[in-house]
């Protein structure tokens, strides 16, 4: 079956960059997406299609793309985005909806 | 406001049954297609299944086929899992989540716990 593959912690401090990746092989051809999750929590949507920001979400949420690899940017981290991220795409073909394994963002 | 609201969850024993509910509110429930994504204590996200917006096309993942349904009644605006022959490794959160090819999952309801325990 198909995996996204997110390092399993990233550790940065107050107003540094985070960087998250996410690997897998049908990236070069389906849209990622991010999510954050706070404890106790259920997901948000961070980022769309790969780099697009949804309302409400801050600036310094970005997303980029690169072959089969896709990164979740967090520029000037502040302490309330401690949080899981997970990033999410579908198959090769499409139809089945796929979450990476989640990175758990630490702000030191 | 878009609200996805869920429920149904609860204690069940293995090889039983449970049916989740998800009330939807804020959008046209029947233009979209629908999710349900689960999380197990202290894992990560794993989607579960889509439907269609009119019921015609569904999708699940491999561990569910066979044992879960998902459906929809536009009228009502709501979304369902019928779960069969649950077995323990399917406890989890479930979580109803709208879904659109270009935007993701979006929003998540709050969620409902199923724990499948003797």
């Known amino acids: 079956s198909y995996e996204l593959t997110q390092p399993p912690s990233v550790s940065v401090s107050p107003g540094q960059t985070a960087r998250i990746t996410c690997s897998g092989d049908a990236l070069p051809k389906q849209y990622a997406y991010w999510y954050q999750q706070k404890p106790g929590q259920a997901p948000v949507l961070v980022i769309y299609k790969d780099s697009e920001r949804p309302s409400g979400i801050p600036e310094r949420f970005s997303g980029s793309s690169s072959g089969t690899t896709v990164t979740l940017t967090i520029s000037g981290v502040q302490a309330e985005d401690e949080a899981d991220y997970y990033c999410q795409s579908a198959d090769s073909s499409g139809t089945y909806q796929v979450f990476g394994t989640g990175t758990k963002v630490t702000v030191l | 406001e878009v609200q996805l609201v869920e429920s149904g969850g609860g204690l069940v024993q293995p090889g039983g049954s449970l049916r989740l509910s998800c009330a939807a509110s804020g959008f046209t429930f029947s233009s979209y297609w629908m999710s349900w994504v689960r999380q197990a204590p202290g894992k990560g996200l794993e989607w579960v299944a889509n439907i269609k917006q009119d019921g015609s096309e569904k999708y699940y993942v491999d561990s569910v086929k066979g044992r879960f349904t998902i459906s929809r009644d536009n009228a009502k605006n709501s979304l369902y899992l019928q779960m069969n022959s649950l077995r323990a490794e399917d406890t989890a959160v479930y979580y109803c989540?709208?879904?659109?090819?270009?935007?993701?999952?979006?929003?998540w309801g709050q969620g409902t716990l199923v724990t499948v325990s003797s």
């Open positions: 989540a709208r879904w659109f090819g270009e935007i993701g999952f979006d929003p």
